[in-house]
């Protein structure tokens, strides 16, 4: 039955990448997840690949579509443990020439989404116990990155929006943690260019990339009660990309 037998997941942007990684492994371990994933099209090649899996195509920046969709899992479930919210976008460019839609749309997915998700699933969490929320941010969250300001300020959004959850439902035994990864590869980090992967590198202590299964492994430990005292964190997974 494994470590999650029983336990209920909703993972955003799980159709591939790092969200995918964590859909598998939770998968693994017992869990039953239903993804929310904009991408219908991949998304529904997760419900073949993961036995019991579910998908929901939903755009987590609208708050309407994520009540609907998180009210489906519970009510199909009757019970809902975990929220990892994984998906993410990014819209570069230096601040000068960044075009508001760019900067809107990226606060919309990365940091209102997550709001919207956290706010649909905490009136369910709170009827289990040990219940978990992780979220994905960024070293860039911490460091910031230029050419990345709306990113940046999304991902450092999330960790105050999540110590401020996490000090809100503490009492209740529900945790929130985030994971700021480092330079992880996927299939967006396959189209830099070699020149922009070795700057990277060399500033990197541990010169590698880190793997999705990585980044997954340290969310699972953050849902579990392995880490049953950890709240309010923010666990960087960087390969020694300190900020
Ligand atoms: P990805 O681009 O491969 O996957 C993101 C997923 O989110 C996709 O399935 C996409 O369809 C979904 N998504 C995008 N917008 C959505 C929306 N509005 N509603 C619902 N789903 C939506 O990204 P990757 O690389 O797997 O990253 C996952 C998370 O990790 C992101 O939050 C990213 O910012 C963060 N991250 C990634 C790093 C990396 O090196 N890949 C480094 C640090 C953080």
């Known amino acids: 039955m494994g470590e999650f037998g029983n336990r209920v997941a909703v993972v955003t942007g799980g159709a591939r990448g790092i969200g995918k990684a964590i ?7 017992g869990c039953a997840v239903t993804v929310l994933d904009s991408d219908k099209q991949t998304g529904k090649v997760l419900e073949k690949e993961f036995d019991g899996c579910r998908f929901l195509a939903a755009d987590i920046s609208d708050f309407a579509q994520v009540q609907k969709a998180v009210r489906a899992v519970y009510e ?23 075009r508001e839609e760019d900067w809107d749309r990226v606060l919309a997915v990365n940091l209102k989404g997550a709001y919207n998700c956290i706010h649909a699933c905490l009136r369910y969490m709170l009827k289990c116990e040990n219940a978990a929320i992780v979220s994905i941010s960024s070293v860039v969250g911490e ?22 959850v996490a000090k809100e439902v503490g009492g209740r035994g529900i945790r929130v943690n985030v994971v700021a990864p480092g330079f992880i590869h996927t ?13 990277y590198l060399a500033r990197l202590p541990m010169k590698r990339e880190g793997t999705v299964e990585e980044i997954a492994a340290v969310v699972s430990f953050l849902l579990s009660e392995r880490s049953s005292y950890i709240t309010g964190q923010v666990i960087g997974v960087n390969g020694g ?3």
Not at 143 to 164: D, E, F, M, P, V
């Open 143 to 164: 460091t910031g990155n230029a050419g990345q300001a709306n990113y940046a300020a999304s991902k450092a959004g999330l960790i105050g929006l999540s110590r401020s």
């Open 23 to 29: 859909v598998r492994l939770l998968h693994q371990n």
């Open 76 to 98: 199909k479930n009757g019970r809902l443990d975990f929220l990892v919210n994984n998906a993410g976008i990014t819209g570069d460019g230096l601040i000068v020439r960044m």
């Open 187 to 199: 299939e967006m980090t396959d189209d830099l260019s070699d020149e922009i992967r070795a700057s």
């Open 241 to 243: 990309l300190y900020p």
